[in-house]
């Protein structure tokens, strides 16, 4: 993302704001969401108007205590240093550098986003029908505290379209195969939905290979997927019928953009995906997710972290095993990583905290 247009200040100039208060809603090219603020105080200006598009990195309010003078405010605003817009060719650098391929012992190709180079390695897994970019929000800010890997499961975005049962053991292998060729060991996962399953399912293959486990509108722990939901994704191919599939997953449905439905649009035409989609929902999305943990996963349950929105009308909530920390959004749907990202990236990199000091603990 390069720019943003403001829709609408939540807070009027001279209104007081708290952590967390929604303060203004700014629509980009991939969606609509709201800036939270991260400080108490009073929103002094509001310096970027609704319809105006300005770059990411732009000052667009102050908030300040009323005991700052205007004269104050005014030096601030104009010391603040601008955002320098970058070339095309360093966007398309930025864009396309983290992407690469790993080839699996089965013949199979994933693809995956890679970002950072410091810190434990945070691996994550999107949801049904989706891809390595739901982390669009999350993966820049979390690598830069640690190293992390986005991939693109079996049958989804750029990997390898087809798969054999679509089985949960058969992506949470594809997975664990990808992360033996890469060398990678020891991580912190985070899942999203059909990922969260996947993740659980990794969970109880690798537990030795686990420090957290972070899962976000889980399809798991007795949950039920929405079927209608389910079928109709699964089989959509029009613009119409994604966007209406699209729209069930966020609280707010005017946050789908153009582009994120097309490109949905673009995948789901591509050979072997139908068929692909539909084997996973048959084998796992169509009834409901194992109540039973198994004695991996009650191990795990507290450097367990559940994520979800109050308003998801895709996965009903489950039975989450003792010891593991719930954290409920109220401004989010099926996607609180995509709706309140500040708050769940804020989430993660405490929980990521939290393991790598128990880890050293048990060294």
Known sequence: MEQGTI???????????????ELVEIETSK??????????????????????????GELIGVIASEGVSELEIDAFVAEFTRPRPATSGARDAASSAPTSFVELPSGMRLRYLSRGDQGSVVV????????????????????????????DLPGH???????NSGSLAELAGSIGSALDKLGVERIDLVGHSLGAAVALALCELRPARIASVSLMAPFAFGSRANQVFVSEFASAQRSRDVQRCLALLFANPKAIRRDMVEAVVQYKRLDGVTDT???????VLRQPAPVEISSALKTLAERMLVIRGIHDNIVSEGQEPLGARVETLINSGHMPHMEEPERVNALLLEHFAKADVAGAGVQ
């Open 7 to 21: 829709i609408g200040w939540q807070v009027a100039e001279g209104g007081s704001t708290a952590p967390g208060l």
């Open 31 to 56: 969606i609509a969401n709201t800036l939270e603020a991260r400080q108490a105080g009073v929103l002094r200006r509001q310096l970027a108007k609704p319809g105006e598009t300005v770059a990411c």
């Open 124 to 151: 994550f897994l999107h949801g049904f029908g989706g891809d390595s970019n739901t982390w669009l929000f999350n993966q820049p800010d979390i690598a830069q505290h640690h190293t992390t890997f986005a991939f």
């Open 157 to 163: 975005g750029g990997s390898t379209k087809q798969v």
């Open 277 to 283: 989609l539909g084997k996973i929902a048959t084998r």
